[in-house]
């Protein structure tokens, strides 16, 4: 947490300053994770979404305000 905590505390005063999330910032990637040893169609894949932690977050801090 030490190494990461000044990154993180300068990037929230940043968004709450200025009221701008960084492009791509929410983006999510999502990851098909085989439901079966041989996966032939879409179903047979659990979509698994990966999302950025400067988001969650902004997110959850938001989240607390409300």
């Given at each position: 947490w030490?190494?990461?905590?000044?990154?993180?505390?300068?990037?929230?005063?940043?968004?709450?300053?200025?009221g701008i999330f960084p492009r791509g910032g929410n983006a999510s990637f999502l990851a098909l994770i085989p439901k079966k040893v041989d996966p032939q169609?879409?179903?047979?894949?659990?979509?698994?979404?990966?999302?950025?932690?400067?988001?969650k977050i902004v997110a959850k801090i938001l989240a607390k305000r409300m």
């Open positions: 030490q190494l990461l905590k000044p990154d993180i505390l300068r990037f929230i005063d940043e968004f709450h300053a200025n169609v879409l179903n047979d894949y659990r979509p698994i979404s990966l999302i950025g932690c400067m988001y």
